[in-house]
């Protein structure tokens, strides 16, 4: 059997139809966000019924991103990429037509997750693995900086909309954006299932089914990148949630922490670009250590000296280290175990992920509301960094996974 190619034309589509997909899929999870006041205000429901919503939204895609992995492993990507699509629309519109508290929890936290799972990092990162085998790093890196977009983009189209037609009409006009895009899907190659790929590696005399699951997750390394990911999705969603209110208790205006929020989201696409150029040059692990050496720095700054001007500071940098582990997932997974089971493997870590960053956003609500400021947070960020940088370093640059 000869090795799959794919004309370079061919591939800059995937790759675009990839930006595209993760830009929605960005975009469409923080809408709610946008939407939180008017919906509460209109509906007269609390903030805390809202954000359970959002709870359940994290928990479920976090759940349900295993078994997409594997699906996106066994069955034709095309498929599942056009039905997570129309589910993920037809929740949304709907969510534009809810008179009570379980509809939202039900299309929304239930439904929407586990289709928004569909065209998440995970199925899309095995779609790049497979048109970009030899520049993954870069790739997925470039697919992944669309979540970054989507959050600028959509964000600012519904803000500049939401006084002209509601809550309700940016819900609507969220699913069209989505349903526009099952046009470029429809011309999307298929490409070759994980062990069609397997079965050509064969052929070029490379091993790439050299580690299922039951196998992985005996080795050292795969429990060292759940708690590499475990660590950063703590620290990503505990940001996220409180960077905001924690500018405004330091001094600066809402306007400013809001914008410097924005940022955060511009930098980041600075540093997914780049972590993707480190990934095919030098291995994922280079990348890894640049993010946690500059989260010890930023955190030990803005613990030791909380003033306006080192918040900002701090923002902007850890905005450049947001999203640097989301494109090396299917970098560790692929170069320590193989292709095989690339789907279902990315997906356990990036659940990892999830759950971890809950848990640390609800963790810094309640060290704050315990203690009224965040400094034992940042006190702990550090520890979990330093702890972070040192497994990371326990992995190195090895080859195949018998060489740990």
């Given at each position: 059997m000869t090795a799959f190619k794919m004309p370079p034309v061919k591939a800059l589509f995937v790759l675009a139809v990839a930006f595209l997909l993760l830009l929605f899929n960005g975009g469409s999870r923080f809408?709610?966000?946008l939407t939180l006041k008017?919906?509460?205000?209109?509906?007269?429901?609390?903030?805390?019924?809202?954000?359970l919503t959002v709870t359940v939204f994290m928990v479920v895609s976090a759940v349900v991103l295993p078994v997409i992995g594997?699906?996106?492993?066994?069955?034709?990507?095309?498929?599942?990429?056009?039905?997570?699509?129309?589910v993920s629309s037809a929740s949304i519109a709907l969510m534009g037509l809810i008179q009570t508290p379980f509809q939202a929890m039900l299309l929304y936290g239930v439904i929407f997750a586990l289709s928004n799972a569909g065209t998440s990092v995970a199925p899309i990162?095995?779609?790049?693995?497979?048109?970009?085998?030899?520049?993954?790093?870069?790739?997925n890196s470039i697919a992944i900086s669309g979540m970054g977009m989507g959050q600028l983009v959509i964000i600012l189209l519904l803000t500049a909309q939401l006084d002209v037609i509601g809550w309700r009409g940016a819900f609507i006009l969220l699913a069209g954006l989505g349903l526009v895009l099952i046009v470029p899907l429809m011309f999307l190659g298929v490409p070759p299932t994980a062990q069609q790929q397997t079965d050509q590696s064969a052929s070029r005399g490379v091993d790439d089914s050299r580690s299922g699951v039951s196998t992985a997750v005996c080795t050292r390394v795969f429990w060292i990148l759940i708690v590499i990911y475990a660590v950063c999705g703590g620290q990503d969603f505990?940001?996220?949630?409180?960077?905001?209110?924690?500018?405004?208790?330091?001094?600066?205006?809402?306007?400013?922490?809001?914008?410097?929020?924005?940022?955060?989201?511009?930098?980041?696409?600075?540093g997914v670009l780049a972590a993707g150029?480190?990934?095919?040059?030098y291995g994922p692990v280079v990348p890894t250590l640049v993010c946690f050496a500059v989260r010890i720095v930023v955190f030990t700054l803005v613990m030791l000296m909380p003033t306006p001007t080192t918040i900002i500071l701090f923002a902007l940098c850890y905005g450049i280290t947001f999203w640097i582990t989301a494109p090396l997932t299917v970098v560790f997974v692929q170069q320590y175990f193989g292709r095989a089971d690339l789907g279902v493997l990315?997906?356990?870590?990036?659940?990892?992920?999830?759950?971890?960053?809950g848990a640390g956003a609800y963790l810094g609500g309640a060290v704050y509301d315990a203690f009224g400021d965040y400094h034992h947070v940042f006190v702990w960020m550090v520890v979990l960094s330093v702890s972070a940088f040192w497994f990371t370093w326990q992995i190195r640059r090895k080859e195949t996974i018998e060489a740990l």
């Amino acid at each position: 059997m000869t090795a799959f190619k794919m004309p370079p034309v061919k591939a800059l589509f995937v790759l675009a139809v990839a930006f595209l997909l993760l830009l929605f899929n960005g975009g469409s999870r923080f809408t709610i966000g946008l939407t939180l006041k008017p919906m509460a205000d209109d509906l007269v429901w609390s903030r805390t019924t809202l954000s359970l919503t959002v709870t359940v939204f994290m928990v479920v895609s976090a759940v349900v991103l295993p078994v997409i992995g594997r699906l996106a492993d066994r069955y034709n990507l095309k498929v599942i990429l056009i039905l997570a699509l129309l589910v993920s629309s037809a929740s949304i519109a709907l969510m534009g037509l809810i008179q009570t508290p379980f509809q939202a929890m039900l299309l929304y936290g239930v439904i929407f997750a586990l289709s928004n799972a569909g065209t998440s990092v995970a199925p899309i990162g095995v779609l790049i693995s497979r048109w970009f085998p030899d520049r993954l790093g870069l790739a997925n890196s470039i697919a992944i900086s669309g979540m970054g977009m989507g959050q600028l983009v959509i964000i600012l189209l519904l803000t500049a909309q939401l006084d002209v037609i509601g809550w309700r009409g940016a819900f609507i006009l969220l699913a069209g954006l989505g349903l526009v895009l099952i046009v470029p899907l429809m011309f999307l190659g298929v490409p070759p299932t994980a062990q069609q790929q397997t079965d050509q590696s064969a052929s070029r005399g490379v091993d790439d089914s050299r580690s299922g699951v039951s196998t992985a997750v005996c080795t050292r390394v795969f429990w060292i990148l759940i708690v590499i990911y475990a660590v950063c999705g703590g620290q990503d969603f505990f940001v996220a949630t409180h960077v905001v209110a924690f500018a405004s208790d330091q001094g600066l205006t809402s306007s400013m922490a809001g914008n410097l929020f924005a940022l955060m989201g511009l930098f980041g696409l600075f540093g997914v670009l780049a972590a993707g150029f480190l990934a095919d040059r030098y291995g994922p692990v280079v990348p890894t250590l640049v993010c946690f050496a500059v989260r010890i720095v930023v955190f030990t700054l803005v613990m030791l000296m909380p003033t306006p001007t080192t918040i900002i500071l701090f923002a902007l940098c850890y905005g450049i280290t947001f999203w640097i582990t989301a494109p090396l997932t299917v970098v560790f997974v692929q170069q320590y175990f193989g292709r095989a089971d690339l789907g279902v493997l990315s997906g356990i870590i990036i659940m990892t992920h999830q759950a971890a960053g809950g848990a640390g956003a609800y963790l810094g609500g309640a060290v704050y509301d315990a203690f009224g400021d965040y400094h034992h947070v940042f006190v702990w960020m550090v520890v979990l960094s330093v702890s972070a940088f040192w497994f990371t370093w326990q992995i190195r640059r090895k080859e195949t996974i018998e060489a740990l």
